[in-house]
């Protein structure tokens, strides 16, 4: 166990390979870090790969601000079958022969139709809740038709699709926050009339939050055999880009923000709202709601680094 786990603080990014779960990643970074206190913003399927990221310690208290980042996408759908997951952990097993390709008017036309802000149907294999209870849960009993969840509203920033062969279709997608990539998949083939699944997906960003240079687990065979992984490189947590406004305090300022009291006007280049507090150092103190009155009032209280 590591030694100053009760002191750890900040963000870890990490590629999840397929085949994990997400709590299989924040499984495998308690072990790491030594400490239980890790969350994830923004969970991926198994069958689904790239950018989960985790937050440590009582930087955890910030995953709701860091949900409102979009998020960016690749990957592949595959027309001529709809599964009941939406996904090829749906197929069912047999040979199907995929259809042409639609002409590319089509097509543009069905992705135009999916782009801007628009109404979704969760998949019926989702954490979406139905009365309380996991829709996957009611799915995976198979008494009777699958759980059909209420449309959220949802906004596709951007979508290409790339013809490929053999049905298939390469895709790059930026999204809102609880956007389903599955029921994207799905409604393209609904539009086009051929029906389609997702077959692959990896996770290239959230926000200004990249892949690229992300740490990824070792295979577990690998880890079995005893291979050694490299450290787990653990930034503070006044590096993780929230879309919120900064606002600085100074000494006094600080010492009320730490001490869960209202700090008086201050300097905001925006409006009310939820902001990062910082010292004139730049460390991050918390969160802070700025009120019409230039008042900050902390909503969430990070301790001071150590060292």
Do not use: N
Not at 188 to 210: D, F, M
Not at 255 to 272: K, L, S, T
């Amino acid at each position: 166990m590591a030694p100053r786990s009760a002191s750890l603080c900040g963000f870890v990014l990490v590629d999840k390979p397929p085949g994990w779960t997400s709590h299989d990643v924040v499984g495998w970074l308690r072990a790491r870090l030594g400490t239980r206190r890790v969350g994830h913003a923004g969970t991926l399927d198994p069958l689904a790969s790239g950018l989960l990221p985790c937050l440590v310690g009582p930087a955890t208290r910030l995953i709701r601000w860091l949900h409102a980042w979009p998020k960016s996408y690749v990957g592949e759908i595959v027309l001529g079958r709809e599964t009941p997951t939406d996904d090829a952990e749906g197929l069912a097993p047999g040979d199907f022969t995929p259809p042409p390709l639609p002409p590319r008017l089509v097509l543009d036309t069905a992705r135009q139709a999916l782009t801007g802000t628009i109404e979704q149907v969760p998949p019926a294999f989702s954490a979406k809740k139905l009365r309380g209870i996991p829709a996957h849960r009611l799915a995976r009993r198979g008494t009777g038709d699958a759980p059909v969840l209420a449309p959220v509203r949802v906004t596709i920033h951007r979508l290409r699709l790339q013809p490929v062969a053999d049905g298939r279709l390469l895709f790059a997608a930026r999204v809102s926050s609880g956007t389903y990539l599955r029921a994207l998949a799905r409604d393209l083939g609904r539009l086009l009339g051929t029906g389609a699944h997702l077959s692959r997906l990896r996770r290239t960003a959230i926000g200004p939050l990249r892949v690229r240079g992300a740490v990824r687990p070792l295979p577990r065979e690998q880890r079995r055999a005893g291979a050694v992984e490299a450290p787990v490189p653990l930034l503070p947590a006044e590096r993780i880009p929230l879309p919120l406004e900064d606002v600085v305090l100074d000494g006094e300022g600080v010492a009320r923000f730490r001490q869960g009291r209202r700090v008086e006007p201050v300097a905001a280049p925006g409006g009310p709202g939820a902001v990062r507090a910082l010292d004139r150092g730049g460390a991050l103190l918390g969160i802070g709601e700025l009120t019409a009155g230039r008042q900050v009032r902390p909503r969430v209280v990070l301790p001071p680094a150590e060292g």
